[in-house]
Nanobody
Framework: QVDLVESGGGLVQAGGSLRLSCVAS????????VAWFRQTPEKEREYVAR???????DYADSVKGRFTISRDNAKNTVYLVMDKLKPEDTALYYC????????????WGQGTQVTVSS
């Protein structure tokens, strides 16, 4: 059974930072593409960043230069460090995993809420 558990969300002022964690069980993170998405009630789910099994990373333009995705192989955990946060970053953040470099994400976590106050 695969399980992805996010944590690290919270309330932060604009300009502040947070680090989200996605702990994977039932799969080896180094063999999967793991991504972060976010969603608000007003918007569709939005891609944020991903890290491939190779370690290659990619970011949405809206977060490039502010967010960093990384992986701790020993802890089977993927992180999203979010700096220079803006109120428009407020959302429920999900991590997701898939075995391939492209295609649909098969596994999803329950999400962690990030709220950025102005």
């Amino acid at each position: 059974q695969v399980d992805l558990v996010e944590s690290g969300g919270g309330l932060v002022q604009a300009g502040g930072s947070l680090r989200l964690s996605c702990v994977a069980s039932g799969l080896t993170a180094t063999r999967y593409t793991v991504a972060w998405f976010r969603q608000t009630p007003e918007k569709e789910r939005e891609y944020v960043a991903r890290i491939l099994a190779s370690g290659w990373t990619d970011y949405a333009d809206s977060v490039k230069g502010r967010f960093t995705i990384s992986r701790d192989n020993a802890k089977n955990t993927v992180y999203l460090v979010m700096d220079k946060l803006k109120p428009e970053d407020t959302a429920l953040y999900y991590c997701a995993a898939r075995i391939s470099a492209s295609g649909a994400y098969k596994y999803w976590g329950q999400g962690t809420q990030v709220t950025v106050s102005s």
